[in-house]
């Protein structure tokens, strides 16, 4: 204690002046070190070895250690050190193998002073006693450690790490006796030098090689190792067991670490390949480095702190041959790059907000969130008078939490249930849609399917009086057609609606603008509303006379019969759909075979019932009726789907592109087609919808989407006797040469669908088991068992 | 496959060596009868290797999980009598074959098949197109280079250089590969690709190291395979052993009493081990020592009695067989000694500038994310790999000798180690030793049964097979270290 507040009242004295500067190197350094006085600094390599002062202005070469004609593989060092105790004295580890000593107070111009050839493999590090004048401690690649006198000719004791080799050696500052050593295998070591025989503790620090460690100056048994792994670790040793306290991610390989004079926390690093620059870190901020050097243009092997206690000055050493002075003022802070902003979903669509402090401070009525604790990362308790560099930006973190309710996607997966596709003629396909939204309490969305038939569709079945007359005589001419469904929940209905449109931007209802936002809409879909919707009843009862008399039921329950006109599809049998659309691979490499080829084809099974019917309707509608033709209103309905989309309802969207089919995809890019399909998809699969999904897949003209269920369709078979995967084929093992799956009713193979009881794990053809217990309960094997099938 | 030697033209399928052919030459109507090849090695009794292997449920279990052809092929029994080893290998082989990787699977077996195609390695050529076709390669490649993407055209360069001369691999090869346009090759891809070009001209190595011999139960000729299959000269295979190696050693050692020879051996690594530091070697003489070693490492082929025919006989060698040249361009260009050009001097490539844990992982790992581990834990259990017996001795501490195998083959492809002493190699290392070493690493098509049976006659096959996954992953590991050197010189 008492010889560091010496040494910083001799800093305070006369501060270290300078500038961020460089020279050049005839060759790549490999290490640097710098002298106790820090106006020296000693520059290692494979072919150099010398001293450079460290002026104002510039580095000037001081003394070139590397003399004599043929220069001998002791001087090729892979690591330098300086000690702090005396100016005169210096140590390199030779990637021979051998340690040298060098005296610079010998007046011969070579300076070697001693020479230790005890290691057999290279040796990667030395290091000096902090407070021993002629202890040198190495660690070398075949595993061992010594320590030397330089008083004596040998070493006085050898650690062995029992791994295959040491990366690093550190004495500790603090405790007198211990030094820790890091390993190629992951491992850290703690010795005590007076215990040869084993290490004090060890613990796997990194995965892979450590590369590096490095003491707390000031904090005692604070030890930070830089791995293989891109991993800086802060480990706390005064525990029992050592533990990890900080962990920083860099982008490459650690090869230095050097704790930051002064500054409690924060420490340089430099990568072992790829990336050249020097990062200081604060390791409570992990994930931003708090300064960054670009000076290199490649790897930096050495740096080091000028002076034990200035925190502005760093010099560091590369490949590129150069030696270089950082300043920390010339630093680049990533910090100012980055955004300070973060937006986060959480899984029951909760919002978190996290941004300055004073940008959210502003808006009043907001309390910052409490439930996290995490977040206090980001706030700034209090200023940190030692922290010169104040890095830490002060952030306020909201949440947003839904309402318990509106929240609830059921009318999306109702709809989308429900919603028919295809597979009846246009109008049908529209009048039901509406419907279904009606049922929902989404009246825009039933308003926007019924002006879509009214374009698209004949005015043979909806005739012109009737709609002027409807349109034009609003709610009150309606009434008495309307059924009690529409009457009462009108108001409620809106209501509902505007919620709804809440729980699309989700969160968000809480802020102010948002929820005007969100009025604004409603005032829309009212204005929009008042007019059309309630004749669009009317009309819908007057078309279809049948189904009025089911609207009063449909108001209160969902029809029971409902879900058989949503998946049409099913009724195509299975096979045949298979083979009809174009495989996958052969989409990918037959560019030749045009989007539009193999969009037809694919929809000629699903498609082809509503494209007559309705081609019929939809020409005879242009030939022969003088109104406006649907052409007319194209770039209204594209509109109308941008609209959809962008307000987060892409179910629409992509509901209507169906339907319309041909009559509006033109009209649309191909790009964001296929965005809404595949959002749509998305959105569907979340929430378990598979069969829609897969609908939609099907019904899809985009080639990218339609080659979605054409991915991953196989079916991996294990054979029932032996349990071993049936390669080649899925019905007979060729192990034990057995047919695998026997239908239990016909006896025969089966190598088509299998359908079996999840009971007693009897099945069989799909065909035969369903025709089977249609008449009977039990299961056809006679196990006894009372199989269903659902 | 027409075997039975009635035809004379099936005779020439066969690579015969040199003498042979010299023999045949001088009467036409000599027929050569198919040799009778059975288990997985040509040079190893059936029942070393069928012994180990029944007993061990692990090598099955490994096959099962990691084999690509799901079945045991010859390599693999070979190579389970080092089941340890066999686990590293095959996990990072499927990796590079199976798993997640820039490059889809058929160009990653056409990549095969050219990599062993430079050594003329059927074997291999043959398992990888099988694995080609199944994985959905477009057949018309496989008639040749002519055939396949330019792009991929694009590696021939690199993958002479590799297989060949590494060293003279330099950044201006990677830049042409990676630069912007139409048959680019992004970096990812290129690593994937240099890292199955590595492992494949090693795996050749072992191939024909070890003797494999062809998996006798091929699939139905699909038209691509070669009906070649075994490089190894009928006069190899047919001869008996004990009377000519006896005439092998007595002409080129002298007779020494084998015995005595591997005790002389051991007493010398007990020797190194013990007392290293007799200080009279200078910093200068260690110098001398490599560039003595490498030198020396020149003339270490025509100690081969057998074959020591003038460079002009190789020159017949190099005409391939027409099957394996549609996949090779430059067929010429082969292993020239790292020392042999004077005027010119390369320098040594210095390991502790750029060693595979500090800076080949990394790099590796970084653009194709995992196999850098993969190929450290093989790298490591190779070099680890010891079961501290000596033929007949146990307990004995081998790390000298598998280090000298280790950096002898490194020092034939130009990689000095600064701490070691190239004196070694001279002590541990006998001259048929090193000729096999030098055959193994730098053409291993010509290797033969007797230079396999010439060296370490007191030790078992299974060490002998030791000695070829040292020298495979060494050479694997050189050519790698080259190639991402110039990677990173690309990158900086």
């Known amino acids: 204690m008492e010889k560091m507040s010496r040494v910083t009242t001799a800093l305070s004295g006369s501060a270290l002046t300078g500038r961020t500067m460089h020279c050049h190197l005839d060759a790549p350094a490999n290490a640097i070190s710098v002298c106790r006085d820090a106006a020296q600094v000693v520059v290692a390599g494979r072919s150099i070895f010398k001293i450079y002062a460290i002026e104002e202005e510039q580095f000037v070469e001081k003394l070139n250690l590397r003399v004599g004609r043929k220069p001998s593989l002791n001087l090729s060092c892979a690591d330098v050190v300086w000690h702090q105790m005396d100016e005169n004295l210096l140590a390199t580890a030779a990637t021979n193998g051998v340690v040298v000593t060098w005296n610079l107070g010998r007046p011969s111009r070579n300076k070697q002073d001693q020479l230790f050839t005890e290691h057999k493999r290279t040796v990667n590090k030395v290091c000096f006693h902090p407070t021993e004048a002629h202890v040198l401690l190495s660690g070398s690649q075949d595993g061992f450690m010594k320590c030397f006198d330089l008083r004596r000719k040998d070493s006085v004791s050898t650690f062995s790490g029992q791994s295959e080799s040491v990366r690093d050696v ?100 430099c990568s072992m390949m790829v990336d050249h620059n020097i990062y200081v870190w604060d390791v409570r901020r992990p994930f931003v480095p708090a300064a960054m050097f670009e000076e290199h243009r490649d790897v930096t092997t050495g740096i080091a702190w000028r002076h034990p206690h200035d925190p502005s000055f760093l010099l560091s050493g590369s490949k590129d041959s150069t030696l270089c002075q950082h300043l920390f003022r010339d630093a680049s802070q990533p910090v100012e ?387 071993r995967p049936m390669s080649s084929r899925g019905w007979v093992c060729d192990r034990c040469h057995r047919c695998a799956s026997m239908c239990a009713v016909c006896h025969h193979v089966v190598k088509g669908l299998f359908v079996w009881c999840q009971g007693c794990s009897h099945g069989g053809h799909l065909q035969h088991i369903m025709k089977w217990l249609e008449g009977s309960s039990h299961c056809p094997a006679g196990c006894g068992h009372l199989c269903e099938y659902s | 496959m027409n075997r039975g030697g009635s035809n004379p033209a099936a005779a020439a399928n066969y690579l015969l060596c040199t003498n042979c052919r010299k023999v045949l030459r001088k009467d036409k109507r000599i027929r050569v009868s198919q040799p009778l090849t059975r288990g997985p090695s040509a040079f190893i009794p059936e029942k070393e290797v069928v012994q180990a292997n029944t007993v061990d449920e692990r090598t099955n279990f490994l096959v099962e999980e990691y084999s690509t052809s799901g079945r045991l092929d010859n390599i693999t029994q070979v190579m389970s009598l080092h089941t340890q080893y066999l686990e590293s290998f095959l996990r990072s082989q499927f990796y590079m074959l199976r798993m997640d990787g820039p490059l889809p699977l058929p160009y990653r077996h056409y990549i095969a098949v050219m990599a062993a195609a430079r050594h003329q390695c059927a074997y291999l050529i043959n398992m990888h197109v099988d694995e080609f076709l199944k994985t959905g390669g477009i057949a018309e490649w496989l008639n040749g280079l002519e055939y396949v993407p330019q792009r991929l055209r694009n590696l021939n360069e690199i993958n002479k250089l590799l297989a060949h001369r590494p060293w003279l691999i330099t950044k201006e090869h990677i830049q042409k590969l990676v630069k912007t346009g139409e048959h680019n090759w992004s970096l990812p891809e290129l690593v994937h690709a240099v890292v199955l070009l590595a492992h494949y001209h090693a795996l050749a190595s072992f191939v024909f190291g070890s003797g494999i011999n062809p998996e006798r139960d091929p699939e139905i000729s699909n038209g691509f395979r070669l009906i070649s299959v075994n490089n190894f000269c009928v006069c190899d295979l047919a001869n008996d052993n004990s009377i000519e190696n006896a005439s092998l050693t007595g002409s080129n050692f002298g007779i020494v009493d084998s015995l005595s020879e591997l005790e002389a051996l051991m007493e010398r690594m007990k020797r190194l081990q013990e007392d290293r530091d007799d200080e009279g070697t200078t910093q200068e003489e260690m110098t001398t020592r490599f560039e003595k070693e490498k030198k020396e490492s020149l003339f270490v082929v025509s100690g081969d009695t057998f074959h020591s025919f003038p460079r002009s006989d190789f020159e017949d060698d190099v005409v391939l067989t027409a099957d394996v040249s549609r996949y090779v361009e430059d067929p010429g260009f082969g292993y ?157």
């Not at chain 1, 890091?182 to 070591?189: A, H, K, L, S």
């Not at chain 1, 509608?621 to 959809?644: E, I, K, N, T």
């Not at chain 2, 581990?373 to 033929?391: G, I, P, Q, S, W």
């Not at chain 2, 002493?421 to 002590?427: A, L, P, S």
């Open chain 1, 170 to 269: 550190q004495f500790s500052i603090r405790d007198y006796f211990t030094f820790a050593s890091t390993f190629e295998n992951g491992n850290v070591q703690l010795w005590d030098i007076r215990r040869p025989d084993r290490c004090e503790r060890m613990f796997t620090a990194h995965n892979g090689p450590v590369f590096c460690c490095d003491w707390h100056p000031e904090d005692r048994g604070w030890l930070a190792t830089g791995g293989r792994d891109k991993m800086v670790k802060v480990w706390d040793m005064t525990t029992h067991r050592a533990k990890e306290m900080h962990c920083v991610q860099t982008i490459a390989s650690v090869a230095r670490v050097k704790w930051r004079p002064e500054c409690r926390h924060h420490l340089a690093t």
């Open chain 1, 337 to 723: 790059r980055a955004n300070p902003e973060g937006l986060c979903y959480g899984l029951f669509g909760d919002l978190a907000f996290a941004a300055k402090e004073s940008l959210v401070a502003a808006e009043s009525g907001r309390k910052p969130y409490a439930g996290d604790r995490r977040h206090t990362i980001f706030f700034k308790r209090k200023l940190d008078p030692a922290e010169p560099f104040s890095g830490l930006a002060s952030s306020a973190l909201s949440v947003f939490e839904t309402e318990p309710g509106s929240g609830s996607m059921s009318w999306f997966v109702d709809t989308a249930e429900r919603y028919a596709l295809a597979g009846r003629p246009l109008a049908e396909l529209c009048d039901h849609n509406a419907k279904v939204a009606r049922e929902l309490g989404r009246n825009q969305v039933a308003q926007t399917w019924t002006m879509l038939r009214i374009i698209y569709c004949s005015p043979g079945l909806v005739p012109s009086a009737n709609l002027n007359h409807s349109v034009g005589k609003g709610s009150s001419c309606g009434l008495p057609l309307m059924n009690s469904f529409n009457l009462k929940d009108m108001g409620p209905g809106l209501g509902s609606e505007t919620r709804l449109d809440r729980s699309k931007g989700d969160a968000r209802s809480d802020t102010a603008l948002l929820d005007s936002s969100a009025t604004l809409i409603t005032n829309e879909d009212n204005e929009e509303t008042e007019g059309s919707d309630v004749p669009a009843d009317y009309l819908l009862g007057d078309v279809e006379g049948e189904e009025d008399e089911l609207y009063p039921l449909d108001s209160e329950h969902v029809h029971p019969e409902e879900p058989e006109y949503v998946l049409p599809q099913e009724a195509f049998p299975l096979r045949h759909e298979i083979v009809d659309t174009p495989s996958g691979p052969e989409h990918l490499q037959d560019k030749a075979d045009s989007p539009h080829v193999s969009g037809s084809e694919a929809d000629a099974a699903s498609l082809a019932p509503v494209d007559s019917s309705f081609s019929l309707l939809s020409v005879s509608h242009a030939l022969y009726d003088s109104r406006l033709p649907p052409d007319f209103f194209s770039v209204l309905v594209r509109d109308m789907l941008r609209f959809y989309a962008e307000q987060g309802d892409v179910q629409m969207a992509v509901s209507v592109l169906i339907v319309l089919g041909e009559r509006v995809r033109k009209d649309i890019d191909e790009q964001t087609q296929e965005h809404w399909y595949t959002s749509y998809i998305d959105l569907l699969q979340r929430f378990c919808l598979w069969n829609v999904s897969n609908e939609v897949v099907k019904l899809s003209t985009s080639r990218a989407v339609s080659c979605l269920n054409q991915a991953s369709t196989t079916l991996h078979v294990n054979c029932s006797h032996c349990k």
């Open chain 2, 336 to 492: 020239e000694d790292f020392a042999r050009r004077g005027e010119e001097h390369l320098p040594t490539f210095r390991a502790q500038d750029y060693t595979w844990e500090n800076h080949g992982f990394s790099l590796v790992n970084r653009l194709y994310s995992d196999i850098g581990h993969l190929l450290d834990e093989k790298f490591r259990m190779v070099y680890t790999l010891t079961y501290n017996t000596m033929a007949t001795h146990e307990d004995v501490d081998t790390t000298t000798l598998r280090r000298a195998l280790f950096n002898y083959v490194h020092c034939m492809f130009g990689i000095r180690y600064d701490d070691y002493d190239y004196g070694e190699v001279n002590q541990l290392l006998e001259r048929s030793l090193k000729v096999y070493i030098k055959t193994v690493a730098c053409y291993p098509e010509r290797t033969t049964k007797r230079m396999y049976d010439s060296y370490w006659r007191q030790f078992k096959h299974s060490e002998k097979v030791h000695v070829n996954l040292l020298l495979m992953e060494a050479r694997m590991q050189a050519e790698l270290l080259y190639a991402l050197r110039a990677i990173t010189r690309h990158l900086t």
